[in-house]
């Protein structure tokens, strides 16, 4: 997650509430749409919706897995220096989805990962072998394949 979450600021007085955290993954897919709504130009044709949806529903509701899937990818087996060991990252292309609550990881060796982000935000409990858990996980595979699978 270190790789991966980043704050972002957005300052549009009278249009974005000042002070407001909001906790749900997004995606930088998301940005030029939330300009141009911003704007008062609608989203646009770009993909992925404005994230001015965040703060124009229920602020204190809790993120859930019915938000939207934000799909990333990480690719610097090479860039990974001898002194990391045996980092994930060397063993090539790492690929997650996270939802409202969950981040599921698939390693460049075909391992998997899975952990509640809510409960566990650093990501130290892997629940990939729980048995309560295997549904999930196919949820995420079926997920995942249509972003990895290239005719």
């Known amino acids: 997650?270190?790789?991966?979450?980043?704050?972002?600021?957005?300052v549009a007085p009278g249009k974005a509430p000042r002070g407001l955290a909001v906790d749900r993954?997004?995606?930088?897919?998301?940005?030029?749409?939330t300009i141009l709504d911003l704007l008062g130009d609608g989203p646009g044709p770009f993909p992925g919706p404005s994230l001015a949806t965040a703060w124009r529903t229920e602020t204190d509701a809790e993120?859930?897995?019915?938000?939207?899937l934000v799909?990333?990818?990480?690719?610097?087996?090479?860039?990974?220096?001898?002194e990391a060991g045996?980092?994930?990252?060397?063993?090539g292309t790492m690929r997650s989805l996270v939802t409202g609550h969950h981040a599921y990881?698939?390693?460049?060796?075909?391992?998997?990962?899975?952990?509640?982000?809510?409960?566990?935000?650093?990501?130290r409990q892997d629940l990939a072998s729980l048995?309560?858990?295997?549904?999930?996980?196919?949820?995420?595979?079926?997920?995942m394949r249509p972003l990895i699978d290239v005719d």
Do not use: C, K
């Open 105 to 123: 990881i698939l390693n460049g060796d075909g391992g998997e990962e899975l952990y509640d982000i809510l409960d566990d935000p650093e990501e």
């Open 63 to 68: 993120p859930t897995d019915e938000d939207e």
């Open 71 to 82: 799909f990333l990818e990480l690719d610097r087996a090479e860039a990974v220096p001898e």
């Open 131 to 143: 048995p309560e858990s295997q549904d999930r996980l196919r949820l995420f595979r079926d997920l």
């Open 1 to 10: 997650r270190a790789e991966t979450h980043i704050p972002l600021l957005v």
């Open 25 to 33: 993954p997004v995606s930088l897919r998301d940005v030029a749409p």
């Open 86 to 91: 045996d980092a994930p990252a060397r063993l």
